[in-house]
Every structure is written in C-alpha cells, then in structure tokens.
C-alpha cells in the first residue's frame, strides 16, 4: 500500500492558495518527500505529517522553488529533535546546492547524507529497516535549463505463497516465513528452494514525480504502465513557451500520459498565468481522459490489485 500526498501545485512562486510544488509518498510508515520549496513544511503541517517520518528528500533540480524550503525544515527537523540519518538525493550537483543549504540550517541533531541514486536505483531498506525489501527509487534525466531528474518508485510484490504446496513437500509451518524471504530451507538433507512453494511476481505499484521538464521521452517510457504518474504542466498549451523555459503544457502532459499508457495522471506545477487550473484541464483530457488537475492536498492509495481481477 502507498499514499500519495501533493503538498503542492504552483510553479516559481507560492499563492495564498497554492503552495510550491510538492510531493510526498509514504510506506510502511515511512516517507519520501519530492521538492522542498518555500513553505513545503507549512504544506507537510496542513496535512499532518511529521517532517521526522521522512527518510529521503528527492529533489529534481535546484531551482529555488524547489529547494529554499529546505534551511526551514531542517531547523523544524531539529526542532523536533530528529536523531535519525536523512539523506537528500538529487541531480549533478548535489554538493554544491546543498552547501549554502546547509550553511543555513546551522548545526542539525541528525546525520545528514548526501545521496546520488545509483544508475539501478536505490533499495530503499538500505535506510530505514521498516521499508519493504521491494520498495525502490531510481532517478530518470529529465529535460529542464538546468540539471534535473524525475523519479520512479516501485514496490515489487512477491508471487502468492503455496501453503498446499509447502505442505505436500513437508515444510514445517516455521520455516515458511523464511521461505517467503526468498531463502532456501534445508528439509531432511535436501533443499527447498522459494520457487517451490511461491508463485510468479505479481504486479507491483508504480508511482512516477516529473519535476520539472519539457516533453521528456525517457520519462515517457520510465512511466509506462505507472498506477500514478505526477506530471508538471506549468501553461495551457503554449507550446514554444514550454520549450524556452524547459517546461511542459497540459497538452503534452496529456500526449505523454496516453502514450505510456499510465493508469492515472495528476497535473502540477501550474505558472500564476493559469488563474483555475480547471479551465485547462479539457486539453489534456481530450489526450487522456482521466487526466486530474492536482490541487494542494490531493492525496490517493494506492493498493495492490489482485491480477485475478485486472489486466
Ligand atoms: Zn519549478
Ligand atoms: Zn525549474
């Protein structure tokens, strides 16, 4: 199970009503947040999440409204008195953004680490031991005017466990959770091995952050088939604005999401020229029909769907 928060919708600058754009996922009990710009720790208050839930920070690029709410709430962080580790994760440059940052902050109550995701993704119970053993993070390039990445997270899902077929083999009943690990156990001189007794992968949850981008194809294809995917769309359909500045339309959010064939899509990160991000809302439907305006609070679950029952 995954809940998925968006904590905000506005591009450059925050409204009274919108705050800067935003996300948060949580499982098994903890948190990624996507983007901190100014205010994000107001956004995490109104909805009641604790900042100390939060094991990673994943921003996509450096750009102030994504990044200036970080001094903030790393002081709420210390306020709070964290102890555990935080790692903040982001594109090339990383070191050099985080500096002033951190100069900022002052002096934390928690180690702080400065993680670039591998080019597999990062297993994310390599930070916290509540996360599932297939929960992952990996980050895809993305297309702005400046360094900038959109991530995937996944949470595989293991095949259904056997219990006739464990009992035909004579497992006893404590040695089946060992077996549902993926390890093998040792039954009267011979080993049974996981594959026995569990069946194929089932369909996991796929959840996809755009950040900030232009219509970007290696997203397009990180996103196929995702339960959710979270799509900027900073204009309508100016499409020659979109490209000078390295954003997207509502149109090209649209085409994208259709192409990768995504189950649901959440549009974000609307200019201050977009008065009713509503209003907009037909050009995108009119690529994908079930296409969303996110609005600041928009939360979902999403659940494990039985492959007896869908596609
Ligand atoms: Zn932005
Ligand atoms: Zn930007």
Not at 52 to 71: E, N, R, S
Not at 142 to 168: E, I, K
Not at 225 to 250: C, P, R, V
């Amino acid at each position: 199970m995954l809940e998925v928060c968006l904590l905000g919708t506005a591009a450059a600058q925050p409204l009274p009503d919108r705050a800067l754009c935003s996300a948060t996922l949580r499982c098994a009990g903890r948190r990624i947040l996507f983007d901190c710009g100014e205010g994000t720790q107001v956004s995490l208050r109104r909805e009641h999440i604790s900042p100390v839930k939060i094991d990673l920070i994943a921003l996509t690029h450096y750009h102030g409204d994504h990044i200036f709410g970080l001094p903030g709430l790393l002081q709420s962080m210390v306020l709070q008195e964290r102890r555990d580790p935080l790692w903040i994760t982001g594109p090339e440059g990383l070191e050099e953004a985080m500096a002033p940052v951190l100069s900022l902050a002052g002096e934390l109550s928690f180690p702080l680490k400065l993680l670039p995701l591998p080019a597999e993704g990062l297993a994310l119970a390599a930070l916290h031991p509540a996360w599932p053993a297939g929960a992952r993070l990996r980050a895809i390039p993305t297309r702005h005017r400046v360094p900038s990445q959109g991530y995937v997270f996944t949470l595989a899902r293991p095949g259904r466990f056997d219990v006739a077929a464990a009992r035909a083999l004579g497992v006893p009943q404590t040695d089946w959770s060992r077996l549902q690990a993926g390890k093998p156990v040792s039954l009267g001189g011979a080993w049974i091995l996981p594959e026995q007794v569990i069946g194929p992968e089932r369909p996991g949850l796929k959840l996809v952050f755009s950040g900030d981008t232009a219509a970007c194809p290696a997203l397009e294809e990180a996103a196929a088939g995702a339960d959710l995917l979270i799509h900027e769309a900073t204009y309508a359909d100016e499409e020659e604005k979109a490209a000078l500045y390295g954003h997207s339309t509502f149109v090209q959010a649209g085409q994208l999401a259709a192409r990768a064939g995504v189950k649901r899509l959440w549009l974000c990160h609307f200019s201050q020229t977009i008065g009713e991000p509503e209003q907009a809302l037909p050009l995108a439907q009119a690529r994908f029909p079930a296409a969303e305006c996110g609005f600041d609070g928009l939360c979902t679950t999403l659940v494990f769907r039985d492959p007896t029952e869908n596609d």
